[in-house]
């Protein structure tokens, strides 16, 4: 099978478009035919070994030179082909989608899931649809449902709010009755306002740290702006939700993950709350997802779509564009 390929740490022109093996459900996996697949940060964070401080403290995914895992991707979108020995819940034919986590492998023609982190697909939704859900969708559930604890009437104000996880951000906490303030470009204040952002901070125009106004959460997805700024604007019991962030610049010794230690010592002598969001795939969370996009409370938006050919050039695009939503890699299109 065709699949995006890496060895060592470096830009995305290191990727290549090689033929591997297909591989073989275990007996708790399915193996599933991918036809869409999306891009997240996580994807050239790990395609660089960025912060490099990540690879000591997360094995799992980052090896010293080069990542654990040759294929790159996460966030798939396909048909199930086979499933194991002891997987109940999917049989061939059926329409998926899911995360792999750390796995990686989702820039391919096949992916092995475990069943556990693999969902039905949403009903009335492409494949490219489906495949943006996941990281970002369940980032976006965790830190504004799980940490953030959001509840009708109270204020949030999402830093970063145009992005891959903060478009859901602003959905989901819409759907569970907050007034929701979105900070985002110019180019994009039309997007979030149309997805429901009740108020946009265009971040070119004003300082959203600078208007007197208070939230009862923050969920700060830039990682670009201090502490001292994010209390300013968080309302004495209220919670600050920190979930990576960062630009790509080259490389860096401890990136984002320098505002999340900063955060988690200055929390224990502070009334507010700032919780660093470490998202977990879950398939409960995944179906919640696809509620959510079957009734119409969240719909996924996509900025771009690549061929596998062009992931490279997809990855590209997300980390030095300033890419808006998700971007999508359509791998294999589906037949009738």
């Not at 449902?145 to 709010?161: H, P, Y």
């Not at 900070?183 to 265009?202: E, K, Q």
Request: with cysteine.
């Amino acid at each position: 099978m065709k699949a995006i390929v890496q060895d060592r740490y470096g830009p995305s022109d290191l990727l290549r478009l090689e033929d591997v093996d297909k591989p073989t459900p275990a007996d708790d996996e399915v193996l599933v035919r991918v036809h869409a697949a999306s891009v997240n940060a996580a994807d050239w964070h790990i395609m660089r070994g960025d912060p490099r401080l990540a690879r000591l403290v997360m094995p799992v995914a980052f090896g010293w030179s080069g990542p654990k895992r040759k294929i790159r991707g996460r966030d798939f979108a396909g048909r199930v082909e086979a499933v194991g020995a002891r997987v109940t819940r999917f049989r061939p034919g059926d329409e998926v989608f899911g995360d792999l986590g750390f796995a990686d492998g989702a820039f391919a023609e096949y992916v092995c899931a475990p069943e556990g982190v693999v969902a039905r697909k949403p009903a009335g939704l492409t494949f490219e649809q489906a495949a943006a859900i996941p990281l970002a969708g369940n980032t976006a559930l965790m830190g504004v449902r799980d940490l953030g604890r959001v509840r009708s009437g109270q204020r949030v104000l999402v830093n970063g709010a145009s992005g891959g996880v903060g478009t859901f951000a602003v959905q989901i906490a819409k759907s569970l009755g907050a007034e929701v303030t979105a900070v985002c470009s110019t180019r994009n204040a039309d997007l979030v306002r149309s997805i429901g952002a009740d108020h946009v901070v265009d971040y070119t125009k004003e300082d959203f740290a600078a208007r007197g106004e208070r939230y009862d959460v923050v969920f700060d997805l830039v990682g670009n702006r201090s502490l001292t700024d994010l209390r300013r604007v968080l309302a004495p019991a209220g919670t600050v939700v920190l979930s990576g962030g960062g630009v790509s610049e080259g490389g860096s010794l401890v990136g984002p993950m320098g505002l999340t230690i900063k955060a988690l010592l200055v929390s224990r002598f502070v009334r507010q709350r700032f919780v660093v969001l470490n998202t977990v795939t879950s398939r409960e969370n995944l179906e919640t997802l696809a509620g959510l996009a079957e009734s119409g409370a969240v719909v996924p938006v996509v900025d771009r779509t690549y061929s596998l050919p062009e992931a490279a050039a997809a990855i590209r695009y997300l980390e030095l564009e300033h890419a808006r939503a998700k971007v999508v890699v359509t791998v294999d299109q589906p037949r009738p």
